[in-house]
């Protein structure tokens, strides 16, 4: 099945704009989804399809694609964005769902 | 609202046998995708099992655990089951059952139930 490749840290200081990458074939066929996982807690949807964003989530919070990347946007981070960032897709052909290995995001 | 509550988990010796469920409350599993999803210790997310509308109705696996693990619902309980046999200590995780949205998305999750497999 298709692989996703994320950086496995990404560090940003407070006020600034973090982005975070997810790499791989499948994202240049299929919608890419990112999961917000603080400690402790079950992950939360933050941008799905691309770029759409639920309701309860920051403006802060948005998603691109470009050929074979996806990016998630985190803009003016604060200390509460530290947590891990998933990526996903839906491999309809295969019929698996995939996710992304996950990146930490230190708010510093 | 859409509600997702697990159970069933615990701690289990290798080669045995173990059964979560969840029940799905706000919502009918006969319209709704609900799926496992797996998280060891430290580790990230993998996506396990679950019920799929796309096209025929039919369940799907991970590799990982084809063969081992059957999912399963139960629609008058508006429960889901996972039914986890020949367990390694590789399947020790969180395990999390969530809704998949159009597109493909888990938008709602339940807290989790654990399961470690250990001698």
């Known amino acids: 099945s298709f692989v996703l490749s994320q950086p496995p840290s990404v560090s940003v200081a407070p006020g600034m704009t973090a982005r975070i990458t997810c790499a791989g074939d499948s994202v240049t066929i299929y919608g890419v989804h990112w999961y917000q996982q603080k400690p402790g807690q079950a992950p939360v949807v933050v941008i799905y399809s691309n770029s759409g964003r639920p309701s309860g989530i920051p403006e802060r919070f948005s998603g691109s694609k470009s050929g074979n990347t996806a990016t998630l946007t985190i803009s003016t981070a604060e200390a509460g964005d530290e947590a891990d960032y998933y990526c996903?897709?839906?491999?309809?052909?295969?019929?698996?769902?995939?996710f992304g290995g996950g990146t930490k995001l230190t708010v510093l | 609202q859409v509600q997702l509550v697990e159970s069933g988990g615990g701690v289990v010796q290798p080669g045995r046998s173990l059964r979560l469920s969840c029940v799905v409350s706000g919502v009918s599993l006969s319209v709704s995708e609900i799926h496992w999803v797996r998280q060891a210790p430290g580790k990230g997310l993998e996506w396990v099992a679950g019920?799929?509308?796309?096209?025929?109705?039919?369940?799907s696996y991970a590799d990982s655990v084809k063969g081992r693990f059957t999912f399963s619902r139960d629609s008058f309980k508006n429960t889901i089951n996972l039914q986890m046999n020949s367990l390694g200590t590789e399947d020790t995780a969180m395990y999390y059952c969530?809704?998949?949205?159009?597109?493909?998305?888990?938008?709602?999750w339940g807290q989790g139930t654990r399961v470690t497999v250990s001698s």
């Open positions: 019920i799929s509308y796309y096209g025929n109705t039919h369940n």
């Open positions: 969530a809704r998949v949205r159009d597109g493909g998305f888990f938008d709602k």
């Open positions: 996903q897709v839906w491999d309809i052909g295969g019929d698996h769902r995939v």
